[in-house]
């Protein structure tokens, strides 16, 4: 049987495990706010906002174990460092600008 979606059991154990340790950056405690951010991305096996549902249990442990937690906003500006850095090492030729908002 092949399971599709996260399970329930799954999904609370993540949603306390943000909650316990809060946002890593500002202490924002709220877990719908909490995402959860690779610290090293050469250690990424898969992410957390597509499949992660379809793994067993124990992988997204192992997975979990390799992040921080930090809530939406801190995540958006650690990730949007990165881009404007991305960016700024454009050439002005270059047309690959993100889209800030859809
Ligand atoms: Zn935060
Ligand atoms: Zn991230």
């Known amino acids: 049987m092949t399971s599709r979606g996260t399970s329930k059991k799954t999904f609370e154990w993540i949603r306390q495990y943000k909650e ?3 946002c890593e950056v500002c202490g924002e405690g709220r877990a719908l706010c909490l995402d959860l951010h690779h610290r090293d991305r ?3 096996s898969f992410g957390f906002s597509d499949k992660a549902g ?3 249990f124990d992988k997204i442990i192992k997975e979990i174990a ?3 937690v930090i809530c939406a906003n801190c995540h958006r500006l650690l990730h949007g ?3 404007l850095e991305a960016i700024a090492k454009l050439p002005d030729t270059e047309q690959e600008f993100p889209l800030w908002g859809e």
Request: proline residues 0%.
């Open 66 to 68: 390799k992040c921080m």
């Open 42 to 44: 050469s250690e990424k």
């Open 54 to 56: 379809s793994r067993s």
């Open 81 to 83: 460092q990165e881009r």
């Open 20 to 22: 316990l340790h809060g």
